[in-house]
C-alpha cells in the first residue's frame, strides 16, 4: 500500500476563540504508512517553517518509505489458513 501524506497547520495558542492572523501557527508534514512486515499503521510527522516548506518534507517522507526494501508476504483468507498445510 502506497503512503499517504498531508500537510497540516495546527495553531499553538491555548485560548478558546476563533483562531484568526494574530494566533501563531505552524506547518507540518504528516505520512501515514502500514508497515509490510508487521502489518502496523504507523504515522510520521515533520514540522515545517512555511507550506511549502511542508510539502517538500511530506514528499520527502513518502520516498524515503517507498525506498525501504520490504518483502510482501501474501495475505490468506481464512479457508486458506484452514487448509494450509503447515511445512516441518
Same mark, same amino acid.
Given at each position: 500500500? *502506497?503512503?499517504?501524506?498531508?500537510?497540516?497547520?495546527?495553531?499553538?495558542?491555548? *485560548?478558546?476563540?476563533?483562531?484568526?492572523?494574530?494566533?501563531?501557527?505552524?506547518?507540518?508534514?504528516?505520512?501515514?504508512?502500514?508497515?509490510?512486515?508487521?502489518?502496523?499503521?504507523?504515522?510520521?510527522?515533520?514540522?515545517?517553517?512555511?507550506?511549502?516548506?511542508?510539502?517538500?518534507?511530506?514528499?520527502?517522507?513518502?520516498?524515503?518509505?517507498?525506498?525501504?526494501?520490504?518483502?510482501?508476504?501474501?495475505?490468506?483468507?481464512?479457508?486458506?489458513?484452514?487448509?494450509?498445510?503447515?511445512?516441518?
Amino acid at each position: 500500500m *502506497k503512503p499517504k501524506g498531508s500537510t497540516i497547520k495546527r495553531y499553538t495558542c491555548k *485560548k478558546d476563540h476563533e483562531h484568526g492572523n494574530k494566533c501563531p501557527a505552524t506547518w507540518w508534514a504528516r505520512v501515514i504508512y502500514i508497515d509490510p512486515e508487521t502489518g502496523k499503521s504507523h504515522d510520521l510527522s515533520r514540522r515545517a517553517t512555511s507550506y511549502a516548506n511542508a510539502i517538500d518534507k511530506r514528499d520527502q517522507l513518502v520516498a524515503e518509505i517507498e525506498a525501504i526494501p520490504c518483502e510482501i508476504v501474501p495475505r490468506m483468507t481464512i479457508p486458506k489458513q484452514f487448509n494450509h498445510e503447515p511445512s516441518d
